[in-house]
């Protein structure tokens, strides 16, 4: 196979998470950003999968195959379980209008770019565009977090950011630790679901939005 | 393996091995003696590492910069490991804690150890990410332990927060990889900081430039600098005061013993940008964000959480400065906020128990109901908020004159941020410590002596400084560059 090919499968399964990174933000119904989130996780498994291939770097098909069963499947399911036994399905409000959070997402995207691609000339172009659209990935998890007042959207936000790391680390040539990187992302991701699980969010706060916990501050009124 | 090398895996294996130890035994009065002991020995075998020091090694390391690190690590772990036995039982009593939730609490106590030693001795920059990331966790479940509403929801937000601010780390080690592996090749070598310190001259400086304003920012949420700082005051006021004293005296420091290490790395490249600008604006904005919030403080444990933010800008302001005289001044000062932070929050537990409340305007007249507890808190505060002749005066005072020798006009701000936190801190201790005593009185003798041994060392530290440690504070201020 030709050089030029593996790069551009590479580019074109890093862009695609990128693309679905922008769906996740315009969702409106809980089931369908569920969905799209095990989306998410699948596209980054196979983009993992295709750099253990072309780095010949066994290690990192254990990198994808975590990134399919757990976050591809389990942690879907669970929040399915979660999203209906809180009935929470319909309840998504984000802060800020749809169109000016998609604008903000170009913002990103292209401020990632211009900030990444100038300074890793000396890289090889493959690491350095997944970089660029591994940062992308990043900074719309971050806005979704921010656009989102709900307990398991911005826990959705934070693990498409997450899987934006987990291509940059794969990315980088030959990485020591990404595989322990990338279980202990699940621990911590675990940890979470079953935190908004044990804790019952709703039923202690009546809702998973996060405004009526700030109320409970003593404080700021 | 070597003398040195057991001690070195004493300080990673001792915590581990009693944190699954205290999740099996049942018995709380066993666990507390089992959790005093571990850290005791823990502490023991950090202190024989001055002396006996292991080869370093691809993934872990102990050199000048750590070791002192690990030794007050271990120290205030230990210390607060025996004021935890009797707050934990009083909280006992009175239901706020099950067995249950107890066992988990010590487990989480030593596990938190372990990840804390873990990412201090680590020399691999994704062996300390995922250290730190897991004292994170251990700290976000123990301080939604109580359940409460006020609780969860500072454990919720602490997580949420925490965990953005350690991705932003990986983010900016995955990019440090980067620009060391151009240079010294791929594997393990390109993670280790031996390598990164000595090679970083040949590093591509614009990757190592994206790479700082990551890290600066990831490491810095944890450090809980201004305006990161949101999880900080809610993580410290609704979690056990045992935790509070551990997260304030040692998971801030780990957080910042990361971002040195990194500053330390960009040091030796003398192309990319210079990490002082940044962090000197950083800890300035902390400083007086945080001087100014302590005045309308209502609740005692969120009042002293904001102190440390105060403090932490104070460090990171002076490691921003550099040069030999602010990096002596920000270690020396490190190693004191820690001591008094926690010796504070001892006193403010009791305190706490005490009065049976922590909103401030209930506690008063604390002098005349618990002579020893308000009198306690009251020097205490007067360390912490700088007073001579305590040690705390003394790092800023060298700070200070450091920074109008060099930078005058960054003075000013920094010496507004001192002293309105001091004017503010001195007057809610004399608010409390002062007037009409309400709550029985009661006194638990044996309960303060953590508490002395830190403020007495503070003490001690702003009168006179042993020669041997001086030379090692100079040595790796020198270092810090």
Redesign the interface.
């Known amino acids: 196979m030709t050089t030029a090919l593996q790069f551009d499968i590479a580019h074109l399964l890093a862009g695609s998470l990128v693309l679905v990174s922008f769906m996740l933000l315009y969702q409106a119904r809980m089931y369908a950003l569920l969905n799209l989130f095990a989306l998410h996780a699948v596209v980054l498994s196979l983009s993992v999968a295709w750099q253990a291939y072309i780095q010949d770097a066994p290690h990192l098909y254990v990198t994808a195959v975590i990134a399919l069963g757990f976050k591809g499947v389990l942690i879907p399911v669970a929040l399915h379980r979660i999203v209906q036994q809180l009935h929470i399905h319909r309840a998504i409000e984000p802060v800020v209008g749809v169109g000016l959070t998609m604008l903000i997402g170009i913002g990103l995207v292209a401020l990632s770019i211009g900030?990444?691609i100038?300074?890793?000339?000396?890289?090889d172009s493959l690491?350095r565009e997944d970089?660029a659209f591994?940062?992308a990935v990043?900074l719309l998890g971050?806005l979704m977090?921010v656009s989102r007042h709900n307990?398991v959207s911005?826990v959705i936000g934070?693990m498409s950011?997450?899987n934006g790391?987990v291509l940059?680390?794969t990315g980088?040539?030959?990485?020591?630790?990404v595989v322990?990187?990338s279980v202990?992302?699940s621990?911590?991701i675990a940890?979470?679901v079953i935190?908004i699980f044990l804790?019952r969010?709703r039923e202690?706060?009546d809702t998973v939005d996060?405004r009526a916990?700030?109320e409970?501050?003593?404080?700021r009124r | 393996m070597s003398i040195a090398g057991h001690l070195l895996g004493g300080v990673l294996v001792i915590p581990a091995v009693a944190a699954l130890l205290l999740a099996i035994i049942p018995g709380y009065r066993v666990s507390a003696q089992l959790n005093v002991l571990a850290s005791l020995l823990t502490f023991v075998s950090s202190v024989a590492l001055l002396r006996e020091r292991p080869e370093p090694g691809l993934y872990l390391i102990v050199d000048d910069v750590n070791v002192v690190f690990i030794v007050l690590s271990t120290l205030v772990g230990f210390t607060t490991s025996v004021f935890s036995a009797g707050y934990i039982a009083h909280e006992l009593e009175v239901g706020r804690l099950t067995p249950v939730t107890l066992r988990f609490y010590h487990a989480m106590y030593q596990g938190l150890m372990a990840a804390m030693n873990l990412a201090l001795v680590a020399n691999?920059v994704?062996?300390m990410?995922?250290a730190v990331?897991?004292a994170t966790?251990t700290t976000?479940?123990m301080v939604?332990i109580y359940?409460t509403?006020?609780a969860?929801?500072a454990?919720?937000?602490y997580?949420?927060l925490g965990?953005?601010g350690i991705?932003m780390a990986?983010?900016g080690t995955?990019?440090v990889?980067?620009a060391a592996?151009?240079v010294v090749g791929?594997?393990?070598e390109?993670?280790a900081w031996t390598t990164l310190v000595r090679e970083s001259g040949a590093f591509?400086p614009?990757?190592l430039?994206?790479a700082f304003v990551f890290l600066l920012l990831g490491y810095g949420t944890k450090v809980g600098l201004a305006p990161l700082h949101a999880w900080l005051p809610?993580a410290h006021?609704e979690g056990p005061t045992p935790i509070s004293a551990v997260l304030s005296g040692l998971l801030l420091n780990v957080a910042l013993f990361a971002l040195l290490r990194f500053k330390m790395v960009m040091a030796g490249n003398s192309e990319s940008l210079a990490p002082g600008p940044l962090m000197v604006t950083m800890g300035l904005v902390s400083l007086l964000f945080a001087a100014f919030m302590l005045y309308?403080?209502?609740?005692i444990k969120?009042l002293f959480a904001y102190s440390s933010i105060e403090h932490m800008g104070i460090i990171v302001f002076a490691f921003g400065m550099g040069g030999p005289l602010a990096n002596f001044a920000g270690l020396l000062h490190m190693t004191l906020h820690s001591l008094t932070k926690s010796a504070i929050f001892f006193t403010v537990g009791y305190v706490a128990h005490a009065k049976g409340t922590q909103s401030i305007d209930k506690i008063r007249g604390l002098t005349h109901s618990h002579p020893a507890l308000g009198w306690t808190l009251l020097l205490g505060t007067f360390a912490i908020a700088g007073m001579p002749p305590m040690g705390v005066f003394m790092s800023e005072f060298l700070l200070v004159s450091s920074t109008i020798a060099r930078q005058p006009l960054l003075a000013v701000p920094l010496v507004v941020g001192l002293l309105v936190g001091f004017g503010a801190l001195l007057g809610h201790a004399l608010q409390m410590a002062f007037g009409e005593g309400t709550g029985e009185p009661s006194g638990r003798p044996l309960g303060y002596v953590p508490a002395f041994v830190h403020l007495g060392i503070v003490l001690v530290a702003g009168i006179y400084i042993p020669a041997p440690i001086v030379a090692w504070f100079q040595e790796v201020a020198a270092l810090l560059g």
């Open positions: 900030a990444v100038p300074v890793t000339v000396a890289s690491a970089l591994a940062l990043i971050l977090m307990a911005q934070f950011l997450e790391l940059a680390a980088a040539k030959g990485m020591p630790l322990e990187i202990a992302f621990i911590l940890f979470i935190g804790f969010i202690r706060f996060l916990m700030d409970f501050r003593g404080e | 691999n994704g062996l990410w995922v990331e897991i966790l976000v479940l939604g359940r509403h006020e969860l929801e454990a919720w937000k997580f949420i965990s953005v991705a990986l983010f995955i990019v990889y980067l592996q151009a791929e594997g393990p390109a993670m591509d614009a990757l430039n994206l809610d006021a309308r403080r209502a609740d969120r």
